[in-house]
Nanobody, 123 residues
Framework: VQLQASGGGLVQAGGSLRLSCAAS????????MGWFRQAPGKEREFVAA????????YYADSVKGRFEISRDNAKNTVYLQMNSLKPEDTAVYYC?????????????????WGQGTQVTVSS
């Protein structure tokens, strides 16, 4: 499956952004989806994940209560709504997909990756 992330940009602290990740090539609903991010000088880290049907979600503690992952299988798209953004949320955000049977946070278990979209939060 091919993934294309979009929606990044520059926003002030406290603001909101919604990232999108469009999938193509295979049946989108067969894949659990995730969002990861990588800040300058840091390793890539898990942000959020969602199950095939959207009924199960999982978040990193650092974004819980501020970010929401969702998906629209009819549009082959997964979203990441980011609210109450902080400067420490600044990173390149990546969407990813895997076909395992459960929602996972481990980066190595994701088979497919998008190209990333830059999110910059100014203080």
């Amino acid at each position: 499956v091919q993934l294309q992330a979009s929606g990044g940009g520059l926003v002030q602290a406290g603001g909101s952004l919604r990232l999108s990740c469009a999938a193509s090539g295979r049946t989108f609903s067969n894949y659990n989806m995730g969002w990861f991010r990588q800040a300058p000088g840091k390793e890539r880290e898990f942000v959020a994940a969602i199950s095939r049907g959207g009924g199960t979600t999982y978040y990193a503690d650092s974004v819980k209560g501020r970010f929401e992952i969702s998906r629209d299988n009819a549009k082959n798209t997964v979203y990441l709504q980011m609210n109450s953004l902080k400067p420490e949320d600044t990173a390149v955000y990546y969407c990813a997909a895997h076909s395992l049977g459960t929602v996972v946070a481990r980066e190595s278990l994701y088979h497919y990756w998008g190209q990333g979209t830059q999110v910059t939060v100014s203080s």
